[in-house]
């Protein structure tokens, strides 16, 4: 009998169904008898918040899904998994959720920033290098979501119909690289897809834990699991634990004979297997290399710069030493690090682009566009713990007039959930004395679900009873609505406030979140705008940066246009019309039409870089560093040209049809001969390249690459196949490999590019297939750019 056998004859049912159905929000199950213990498991694909929501407990915020795809470094990768595996370590995480490796089928889908490409190689490559990276440290990576949840319009109750082939060589093939490179543990989905929820869904039998010969634990999304017979089906634990519809129902269902035994066995059997696999069954976790805040910052910056995509630039960048430089942009100052949704993690150390620039180049800021009218989390250097007398807010748990506890804590937004007294209280309470620092009308209110109260200096300025939407709970959680009150006050006016909660259970929320807003006095929009213009006017250089809100982009909801919110794109055309050296700067995670792009000197897409954003950012401008970055999803001009966009599932059948088959992304743009913004691949750096001598053997292509630029670069060689004459339906050509190259100027390196035998195969009612005869190779820097071709049988 293995080891494994052996201790699973040790439980009995009861013990058995308590170990596949959690234990806590964010906690797997444990068995003392055996020795297994409770495993903890984080969010998320870019940072690992711990199992609690706690800013006492920060965590490195790393560069979002986009922007790690950006990079197409798989060494990069395998340092950003050793940070990774730190971090959960130093949590005590035994797993982190992710990465998310669903496809940018729209580019309106929410989880766009989350996810890495349209391309499902590149998806595959980075998955692979991430999760190989993380688990050699002993820390479960969970790629997620399996499979099909490209969009988030309905993502419970979608149900996505794709014929086998669309499915195989593209949603599923990212999956299927991840279990080639040895994943642990896979997340399914909350959609359906071809009629069953993906929970219980034959996907998980074949080809994932059949062909696949995944051995790992199947985890369901949060929630996902929505029935009790359906354990006999392959999701392996039900999230978040105690799972109510599995546990006690679970072991009466088994008792019944609906749901199999040897189903719960094979179940607990991978779930002991995982233990062992992460040091949780009479063992020790391994311990990754450890990491300080400052070789963390140092590999965060180093990671978003290689990310940034110069996407245009007419020699201004990079930036020659300049007198006054115009900076503006309300992202400038508060930009966002990471999406929202449960990629979320409280970074401990943010730098923003105004903080990052100042440091080096003589920047002059206003931020030219109010970017909405939501307040912010009332910040430290505004508020003292009335208890404590330092920076901070005082909370205090209650039930009725009973204090359970108080907590000093350092953070204007809390989530309040994971803590006993958390769950036992009827009732928050957040208190400091805010203190402004400048003249005008303050916002001051709250934002939460629930029953909320406002105290200003003793008295009650604000009650309301705010309750769901309607909308999707984690994003209700996340984006509550706010309220407040307005004051007329003088610099250094101290107020005391309070602010209080009662959770309404009506609610049904999975958590509470609380927050003391502010808004700062700001000038008139009309009077900002024009200020910025004429600022710009009077600098050097401008640096204009934009961005995507959370309201608008984020987990939980679909994007519904590609603009920039409020007058973004208007500031950035008046600034280019009185400074023709503009600089705009894209702090968005997936695409926005940008209608000024051909009149500004330089384009620079940032996407959701991690916490050291302002840094990496001044780094890029100055030449510091090369921005690395190339394409990972195609930059249309405008949204009605996109070929594959709607996300919106059917009102009455729920179901969302891929009918465009295998051609989505820069596919789809090749079939439509439509030409986008920007194309898949494409990104300058500071030097100039020049291929030559493409030779192949075998599977083996090389190249001849020559920095013919003045300084050292990296330069990202991409491979690309296609068919002539083909008797089977094929993308004009579509991505097989990639590799990257370093070269110093004037210097002359060779790239070796390893074409998988994948990508000549198709799939067939009979499985994997080779159409006999040749294909072309294409060698170049992006799917446009490919002067190279060669034939290859
Ligand atoms: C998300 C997952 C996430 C989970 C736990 C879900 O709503 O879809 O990606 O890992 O919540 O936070």
Request: charged residues 25%; glycine residues 10%.
């Amino acid at each position: 009998m293995s080891e494994i056998d052996d201790l699973l004859a040790k439980l009995d049912l009861e013990a058995k169904v308590r170990l596949v159905s959690g234990s806590g929000v964010f906690r797997f199950a444990g068995d003392a008898s055996i020795g297994l213990d409770e495993m903890p498991v984080s969010d998320g694909p870019s940072g690992v918040r711990g199992e609690l929501w706690d800013e006492r407990d920060p965590s490195v915020s790393l560069p979002s899904g986009t922007a790690l795809a950006a990079t197409w470094d798989r060494e990069l990768l395998a340092e950003i998994g050793a940070l990774i595996a730190a971090e959960a370590r130093r949590k005590n995480v035994y797993a982190v959720l992710g990465p998310t490796i669903n496809l940018h089928r729209s580019p309106l889908g929410g989880r766009h920033f989350e996810c890495f490409s349209e391309d499902p190689v590149l998806t595959g490559e980075i998955a692979a290098a991430y999760v190989s990276a993380v688990q050699a440290h002993g820390v479960s990576a969970c790629p997620k979501h399996y499979v099909a949840n490209d969009s988030e319009t309905e993502r419970f109750t979608t149900d996505v119909i794709a014929d086998d082939r669309t499915l195989r060589e593209l949603y599923l093939y990212p999956f299927e690289r991840s279990v080639r490179a040895g994943a642990w543990m896979i997340m399914d989905a909350y959609n359906s897809v071809n009629g069953t929820t993906m929970t219980e869904n034959a996907l998980l039998d074949e080809p994932l834990k059949g062909e696949w010969n995944f051995d790992g634990v199947v985890v369901s999304d949060w929630t996902a699991v929505r029935s009790t017979d359906g354990a006999a089906k392959g999701t392996d634990i039900a999230m978040p634990g105690p799972w109510e519809l599995w546990g006690a129902p679970l072991v009466e269902a088994v008792r019944k004979g609906e749901v199999p035994e040897a189903a719960i066995d094979e179940k607990v059997r991978r779930i002991l297997r995982f233990a062992i696999r992460v040091g949780a069954l009479n063992g020790t976790p391994l311990q990754p290399p450890v990491f300080t805040d400052e070789s963390a910052q140092a590999l965060v910056r180093a990671a978003a710069a290689k990310a940034m995509v110069l996407a245009a630039n007419d020699g201004t960048l990079p930036l020659d030493k300049p007198a006054r430089v115009a900076l503006l942009g309300a992202a400038a100052a508060e930009p966002r690090f990471m999406g929202g949704g449960s990629a979320t993690v409280i970074p401990g150390h943010t730098t923003s682009p105004l903080d990052g620039l100042s440091a080096v180049l003589p920047v002059e800021y206003t931020p030219g566009v109010h970017l909405n009218d939501h307040m912010i989390p009332v910040p430290l250097d505004l508020v003292t713990d009335p208890e404590t007398g330092t920076p901070g807010l005082s909370l205090r748990y209650l039930d009725g007039d009973k204090i359970l506890d108080t907590e000093h804590r350092t953070a204007g937004g809390l989530m309040l959930f994971g803590n006993p007294n958390a769950m036992a209280a009827k009732s928050f309470e957040l208190r400091g004395k805010l203190r402004v620092d400048s003249a005008g009308e303050w916002r001051i209110g709250f934002a939460g679900v629930g029953a909320l109260r406002l105290e200003i200096d003793g008295e009650t300025v604000l009650t309301d009873t705010v309750m769901p939407d309607g909308t999707d709970p984690v994003e209700m959680l996340l984006n509550p609505p706010q309220r407040f009150v307005t004051r007329e006050l003088a610099e250094g006016d101290e107020l005391e406030v309070l602010v209080e909660l009662a959770p309404v259970p009506a609610a049904g929320l999975p958590a509470l979140g609380l927050t003391f807003a502010v808004g700062r006095p700001r000038r008139a929009a009309d009077a900002e705008f024009a200020a910025a213009v004429e600022l710009a006017r009077t600098c050097e250089v401008a640096v204009v940066v934009v961005g995507t809100t959370e309201q608008i982009e984020s987990e939980g909801f679909d994007r519904k246009d590609l603009r920039l919110p409020g007058r973004q794109d208007e500031l950035v055309a008046a600034v280019a019309a009185v400074n023709p050296r503009t600089i705009v700067v894209v702090n968005s995670g997936a695409p926005v039409e940008m209608p000024w792009r051909d009149d500004v000197a330089a384009v620079l897409l940032s996407w959701f870089p991690g916490q050291e954003f302002g840094s990496a950012l001044a780094d890029v401008l100055t030449g510091a560093a090369e921005p690395g970055g190339r394409l990972p999803t195609t930059w249309p001009k405008v949204m009605a040209d996109v070929p594959v966009l709607d996300t919106a599932p059917d009102a009455t059948d729920h179901s969302l049809r891929y009918d465009e088959g295998i051609h989505i992304g820069y596919r789809a743009w090749l079939k439509s001969g439509v030409a986008p913004a920007y194309p898949f691949g494409h990104g300058l750096g500071y030097t100039n390249w020049e291929l030559s001598d493409l030779s192949v053997s075998g599977r083996t292509a090389t190249v001849t690459v020559r920095n013919t630029g003045a300084r050292r670069g990296r330069q990202v060689v991409q491979a690309y196949l296609s068919r002539e004459d083909s008797a089977v339906d094929r993308p004009v050509r579509w991505l097989s490999a990639f590799a990257a190259v370093e070269a110093d100027a004037g210097e002359t390196v060779t790239a070796t590019v390893e074409l998988p035998r994948r990508s000549f195969e198709h799939w067939t009612a009979k499985g994997w297939a080779v159409e006999p005869g040749a294909f072309t190779l294409h060698v170049g820097t992006s799917v446009v750019d490919l002067p190279l071709t060669a034939d290859i049988s």
